[in-house]
Every structure is written in structure tokens, then in C-alpha cells.
């Protein structure tokens, strides 16, 4: 089966469902089908919907041929988006390093590191970056978090901005607790968050 033709099946189906969004993106796709930024909205899309890795592994596996350009595009799309939660949600499955490597490369810092747990999987590595600093505030914001076993990203997050409780801040420090503002989260095997203000907290690793 082409391609073309696993797009022209998948918006039908997601129109018959109700999944307008990835029907639209389906479509748009099929006018264009070599248009990274059509391709990413696809696959955003698709897990902001709630389906599941095998549902569109196929399309990250054709769309992804040079993954240091897809996550390059997601993340500069970032840089300035604050809803762009498809860009975010395409960086899940992607290499956790290398994301950061690239994010460092366009811009970003690395303010701290963490690790979580998870129920019967490896640890989570999560990497908080930022672009710029002003006193307590941080901007934008980019979290990485990724398997420690595969290195895969299953948790990404996307703030305008990081507020800290410290009286001020500079790099070397521990970031302590603060707020997010205008954040979304994108986890992996699904999830799809937005919130216009969420308590943070985080510790140097």
C-alpha cells in the first residue's frame, strides 16, 4: 500500500470518527506529500487524538528518513510557538540526546537535569532548557524527557515561560519551584496537556 493511499484510508476513517483534525491533516498532506511541516502536523495530530504508536509509527517511519532535520523543524517551530502542540508531540520516539544536542544548537541552555520513575520502565531524563533569562524568568521553555534504556523522548513539554520563586537566578544554579505559563505536555504511550498555569519544581540531577 502507498503511501498516498494509507493517507486517503486514514481520512476517511478519521472523518468517520470525528477526528476532524487529523482528517484535515491528512488531506492537506496528500496535496503535498514532501512538506515536512505538513508531515509533522500529521503525526501531532494523530497522538493529540489519542492513537497509540502502532497507529502511526508507519508515518514516522516514511517521514522520517533524516531525523536530525524533523527534529530540527519541530524545535524551530517551537522557538516562537506557544500552541504549536503538534511540533511538540512530533518530537516523542524521536532520540533524546540528539534533540537536546540540536536545541543547544539553535539557541537553547540547559538550566538542569532530573530523573523520574516509572512503573515497571526505565527512568525518565529530563532535560529543562531555556532561551533566555531574565532575573527569575525564564524563555521560553523546553523540557526533554527520555527513556534511559532506548534514549527515545516520551515526555516533551513547551512554556512561554518559567517563573521561579528564587529572588534571582543564574545558570549553576538549582532552579528550585516556580510556575510555568502557557505550558503543553506531550507524553508518550499517550497523553496531550495545555494549561495556562502549572506549579514546577525540579532539582539538579
Avoid at 4 to 31: I, P, S
Avoid at 135 to 148: A, R, S, W
Wanted: overall charge neutral; charged content about 20%.
Amino acid at each position: 500500500m502507498t503511501i498516498n493511499t494509507k493517507l486517503k484510508k486514514l481520512e476517511d476513517k478519521a472523518m468517520a470518527k470525528g477526528e476532524y483534525a487529523v482528517a484535515a491533516a491528512a488531506a492537506h498532506l496528500l496535496q503535498d506529500i514532501v512538506c515536512v511541516d505538513k508531515q509533522i502536523n500529521l503525526v501531532g495530530a494523530m497522538h493529540e487524538v489519542g492513537y497509540l504508536q502502532n497507529s502511526f509509527s508507519p508515518y514516522r517511519k516514511e517521514f522520517r528518513a533524516d531525523e536530525s532535520a524533523w527534529i530540527e523543524r519541530c524545535l524551530s517551530r517551537l522557538v516562537t510557538a506557544d500552541h504549536d502542540y503538534w511540533a511538540l508531540a512530533s518530537l516523542l520516539g524521536c532520540n533524546g540526546p540528539t534533540t537536546v544536542s540540536i536545541a543547544i544548537g539553535l539557541g537553547f541552555k540547559s538550566a538542569a537535569t532530573r530523573l523520574y520513575e516509572r512503573f515497571d520502565k526505565p527512568k525518565v531524563h529530563v532535560n529543562t532548557l531555556y532561551l533566555t533569562a531574565n532575573g527569575k524568568v525564564l524563555h521560553p521553555v523546553l523540557e526533554i524527557g527520555y527513556d534511559t534504556a532506548e534514549m527515545k523522548n516520551v515526555d516533551v513539554g513547551r512554556a512561554r515561560a518559567l517563573s521561579l520563586e528564587n529572588a534571582q537566578w543564574q545558570l549553576g544554579d538549582c532552579l528550585g519551584v516556580g510556575a510555568l505559563s502557557l505550558s503543553m505536555q506531550a507524553k508518550l504511550p499517550h497523553g496531550a496537556w495545555r494549561s495556562v498555569w502549572t506549579a514546577f519544581e525540579t532539582w539538579d540531577a
